[in-house]
């Protein structure tokens, strides 16, 4: 049976204009190490107003961000502590 020993918070913060939205992921690690990433959408200029979706855009891109950082920083720990050059996932 598996336990929760650990659980982990990201925030999400937009700003948008009428044709941007930039987002910023960020996740506090049990380390104590923050990881921040950022994202952008931008509307076409002919596409109607829904800030919803250049949200939904602007955090996926941000979030995406995040996930390869996070990634290459275990694979850095995995590399420190072994000695030897891990193969990160390429996506």
């Known amino acids: 049976m598996m336990h929760t020993t650990v659980g982990w918070h990201v925030e999400m913060e937009f700003m948008e204009d009428e044709r941007h939205t930039k987002a910023v992921a960020m996740v506090r690690l049990p380390d104590g190490s923050e990881v921040r990433a950022h994202g952008h959408a931008s509307?076409?200029?002919v596409d109607s107003?829904?800030?919803?979706v250049g949200e939904e855009v602007a955090g996926a891109r941000a979030l995406n961000?995040?996930?390869m950082q996070l990634l290459t920083k275990a694979h850095g720990e995995i590399d420190e502590a072994s000695g030897?050059?891990?193969h990160p996932l390429h996506v």
């Open 84 to 86: 030897r050059i891990s």
């Open 65 to 67: 961000e995040l996930a």
């Open 43 to 45: 509307r076409h200029r």
């Open 49 to 52: 107003h829904q800030p919803r």
